[in-house]
């Protein structure tokens, strides 16, 4: 196949250059053309996600044990740039996380040299005319000192991390990345900014 031998031929840094700008259903369209492409996408998701995480001080195995673990996802703009890649870096962290594991999702972040910021509020507290109908138990932040970077922690009010990322009003907050995958409730609509 002479897209294959193509392929073969390009330098790795343009197909990681390039790779960098390709949205979650091209790569799973990539994926599915041969074996060897999916290991190449799963390498390339996996450089994107360290990349995006850098800037939080978090190892990318350290995060994805402590989101096991603690069954929690992450969600917000970091999300929306690994789905439906834009180029611009979010400024912080949101993880979600069920309500009885906040504690334990904190503790892991506050060994990592994490401080508590208290009283902090993040807008907007309520999604519904209703308050209360958010999902939302609470929001932490928590702020590095020497990164300057800061994680949202959205605690949900029930025993799934997912309620919060579902009640929300817009298509571009429903992508989560979690322990085990990437996720992505529209990819459509996110894609095409709808």
Same mark, same amino acid.
């Given at each position: !196949?002479?897209?294959?031998?193509?392929?073969?031929? /390009?330098?790795?840094?343009?197909?990681?250059?390039?790779? &960098?700008?390709?949205?979650?259903?091209?790569?799973?369209?990539?994926? *599915?053309? +041969?074996?060897?492409?999916?290991?190449?996408?799963?390498?390339?998701? $996996?450089? $994107?996600?360290?990349?995006?995480?850098?800037?939080?001080?978090?190892? /990318?195995?350290?995060?994805?044990?402590?989101?096991?673990?603690?069954?929690?996802?992450?969600?917000?703009?970091?999300?929306?740039?690994?789905?439906?890649?834009? &180029?611009?870096?979010?400024?912080? @962290? *949101?993880?979600?996380?069920?309500?009885?594991?906040? *504690? %334990?999702?904190?503790?892991?972040?506050?060994?990592?040299?994490? %401080?508590?910021?208290? %009283?902090?509020?993040?807008?907007? /507290?309520?999604? %519904?005319?209703?308050?209360?109908?958010?999902?939302?138990? +609470?929001?932490?932040?928590?702020?590095?000192?020497?990164?300057?970077?800061?994680?949202?922690?959205?605690?949900? *009010?029930?025993?799934?991390? @997912?309620?919060?990322?579902?009640?929300?009003?817009?298509?571009?907050?429903? !992508?989560?990345?979690? +322990?085990? &995958?990437?996720?992505?409730?529209?990819?459509?609509?996110?894609? $095409?900014?709808?």
């Amino acid at each position: !196949n002479p897209f294959f031998i193509g392929w073969r031929k /390009l330098p790795n840094e343009l197909k990681e250059h390039v790779f &960098g700008f390709i949205s979650l259903s091209d790569v799973i369209s990539f994926a *599915d053309v +041969a074996l060897s492409f999916r290991h190449y996408a799963v390498k390339c998701l $996996r450089h $994107r996600l360290t990349l995006l995480i850098e800037p939080y001080a978090l190892p /990318l195995y350290s995060l994805l044990l402590v989101l096991d673990r603690s069954n929690s996802v992450i969600g917000g703009s970091l999300a929306l740039e690994l789905v439906h890649p834009t &180029g611009l870096i979010p400024n912080n @962290l *949101d993880l979600y996380c069920p309500n009885q594991e906040a *504690d %334990d999702l904190c503790g892991f972040l506050l060994s990592q040299v994490y %401080d508590p910021v208290p %009283d902090t509020i993040v807008y907007p /507290l309520i999604v %519904d005319d209703t308050p209360g109908r958010n999902c939302i138990e +609470a929001v932490r932040t928590l702020h590095h000192p020497v990164k300057g970077s800061t994680i949202h922690i959205i605690i949900s *009010d029930s025993s799934s991390a @997912l309620p919060p990322i579902y009640s929300v009003h817009s298509t571009f907050l429903m !992508n989560f990345v979690s +322990a085990n &995958g990437i996720y992505s409730c529209y990819p459509s609509l996110t894609e $095409r900014n709808i």
